[in-house]
């Protein structure tokens, strides 16, 4: 519950600019300015973005359903080719 340092979160975004990582894991369930910043520029520089959950989302009721889908979707952005 905690915001990065300015160095920290300068950081991560220069990484996201560089395309310095493959994909953004985005957890929806914790949104707050500096995880929108990351979203954004995550999406301007055009690295794939996975959206997580961290607990079972409403309507949803299969557990196994629901971890397979959060970890197929990461498989499929892993496999996309570099923009």
């Given at each position: ?73 990461l498989a ?8």
């Amino acid at each position: 519950e905690t915001d990065p340092s300015p160095a920290d979160l300068d950081a991560m975004l220069a990484l996201l600019r560089d395309k310095g990582v493959d994909v953004l894991i985005y957890n929806t369930q914790a949104v707050d300015p500096v995880t929108q910043a990351m979203l954004d520029v995550a999406r301007s520089a055009g690295v794939p973005v996975v959206e997580f959950t961290e607990t079972l989302p409403d309507g949803v009721t299969s557990y196994i359903a629901w971890q397979t889908a959060q970890i197929d979707a990461l498989a499929a952005a892993l496999a996309e080719p570099a923009r």
